[in-house]
């Protein structure tokens, strides 16, 4: 992967506010990792679903567009099967399929120990070049 696609991807200003590191990145796969925070908590003491979404989702967004090609998000969906344990998340996504416009991905979502899944989400891409 080379050093000017991952700068687009760590220009994710959102990201940065929620505290997400990419870990790893090549073409159609990435990891990022995020360490919970009081900030990522609801009202009951969990990562909140928006969180771990927003995980996924940078994830998705890291993978799709380590081609080159600028992607975007038309269509995600997430399942929460188990609150999140320990002190970090690390989304791990994969590419499912990938056209000439449309990609999907999956992208899965484990405990600290990379044991438990926590939620698995999926998004169709389109890339706008």
Do not use: W
Not at 113 to 126: I, R, S
Request: proline fraction near 1%; include cysteine; glycine fraction near 10%.
């Amino acid at each position: 992967m080379d050093k000017e696609k991952i700068v687009i991807i760590e220009n994710d200003q959102f990201a940065k506010l929620v505290g997400l590191e990419l870990v790893k990145v090549d073409l159609g796969y990435a990891e990022v990792r995020m360490a919970i925070q009081e900030k990522h908590l609801n009202g009951v003491g969990i990562v909140q679903g928006g969180a771990i979404f927003t995980l996924a989702d940078f994830a998705f967004a890291a993978a799709a567009n380590a081609g080159g090609k600028v992607t975007v998000g038309i269509n995600a969906n997430i399942n929460y099967f188990k609150p999140a344990k320990g002190k970090t998340l690390l989304a791990k996504a994969t590419e499912t399929s990938s056209g000439r416009s449309l990609c999907n991905y999956t992208v899965d979502i484990f405990d600290e120990d990379n044991a438990v899944l926590v939620a698995k989400f999926t998004a169709t891409g389109f890339s706008k070049n």
